[in-house]
């Protein structure tokens, strides 16, 4: 009896995947009944039963869910052998059950409407309107970067701890709501990861656990950049999965904070993105753009990649092939490239605004 559930649990992968898959071409009745309904109750129980606890459920649960795993394996090897089919059962009745609960309580997400459709706003955009609002963004960030430093050339050193950074987020997300109600944040649960060290040799500076909906965030990037990555990881949270919708709503967030700090490191950050593009597309102009760059943000910008480079190992273009691989089978056709796509977001939204 027990190996006939079993069974049953394991081939259940398979009308799963297909009922996925016949979901993800209905995106409005994703919009409305599960990124809107049950997600938003289920994703803020989670938050109300793990975000007051100080240090990440998640990580350990992995850790324990790793141990058991190898343990079994261990234990099991033998049945691979004498005992195929059972040991197959066993193992997809697992895969098939992680499948679920990752569908239920975040994967659907997904398969939502593009965030630039619910915001009304365009998707395409024009050299020209990317230049404009880089130009935009360059000058809010020296604005900022003079009000915090009073020296063009001097990078900006953040005097907060990460708990005051991570208590500070929810500040932008309530000034953000007031524009955009889709962007109400509630119960916060964000967290140091206990794999920082782990996350950086990766190349990650954070990630959501969909099982505990904690934002993971890695305790070793600089400071200045924990504003905008929490943000980034808390608009996860809010449902939104694509990497380049949570990397703008993530900037807004930061940008819309009244601490100066959370400012420039919105502002910094999505000028960053912006001038990358820039140079893809016009190398002279981003050059010209370049030099109305304050000294101290450039030497912040170096810091991150002084930061980033220390830790290159052979190991790391695997992990984000994996990802990519993960991204694009779920719905983000281009892969880990799509963290840049922001950017077009980013144009269209400021285009015709002050920044």
Avoid at 35 to 57: D, E, H
Avoid at 81 to 94: G, H, P, Y
């Amino acid at each position: 009896m027990l190996n006939k559930k079993k069974l049953i649990i394991a081939l259940s992968i398979i009308p799963q995947y297909f009922i996925v898959k016949l979901m993800a071409n209905y995106p409005e009745f994703i919009e409305t009944y599960y990124s809107n309904g049950l997600y938003q109750f289920t994703s803020k129980i989670l938050r109300f039963a793990f975000g007051w606890i100080p240090f990440s459920v998640g990580d350990i649960l992995y850790t324990i869910a790793g141990i058991y795993i190898l343990r079994w394996l261990v234990i099991n090897r033998k049945r691979l052998r004498l005992d195929t089919k059972n040991w197959l059962i066993e193992v997809f009745s697992a895969v098939s059950i992680g499948y679920f609960a990752f569908h239920i309580f975040w994967g659907m997400n997904y398969y939502r409407l593009p965030v630039y459709k619910t915001l009304n706003i365009d998707y395409k955009y024009t050299t020209e309107e990317l230049i404009q609002v880089t130009e935009g963004f360059i000058e809010k960030s020296n604005s900022i970067h003079e009000s915090i430093t009073s020296n063009d050339s001097i990078k900006v050193t953040v005097p907060y701890s990460k708990k005051e950074l991570f208590d500070g987020t929810i500040n932008g997300y309530k000034v953000l709501a007031e524009k955009h109600h889709m962007f109400d944040y509630q119960a916060k649960s964000i967290k140091q990861s206990i794999y920082s060290l782990p996350l950086t040799y990766m190349g990650f500076s954070g990630y959501l656990n969909p099982f505990t909906n904690e934002a993971q965030i890695d305790g070793l990037i600089p400071l200045y950049q924990y504003p905008s990555t929490a943000c980034h990881e808390q608009a996860h949270q809010l449902g939104y999965a694509a990497e380049n919708e949570t990397n703008f709503i993530g900037y807004l967030a930061a940008i819309n904070n009244p601490d100066a700090y959370f400012k420039y490191s919105g502002y910094v950050s999505a000028l960053r993105q912006c001038l990358n593009e820039v140079y893809k597309r016009d190398k002279d102009a981003y050059e010209k753009l370049r030099k109305k760059v304050n000294k101290g943000i450039l030497l912040n910008y170096q810091e991150s990649y002084d930061f980033w480079t220390s830790y290159e190992n052979p190991l790391e273009p695997v992990f984000k092939i994996v990802y990519s691989n993960f991204l694009k089978a779920n719905n983000q056709d281009k892969g880990i490239e799509s963290y840049s796509y922001a950017v077009a977001l980013l144009v269209n939204y400021f285009k015709d605004k002050p920044l």
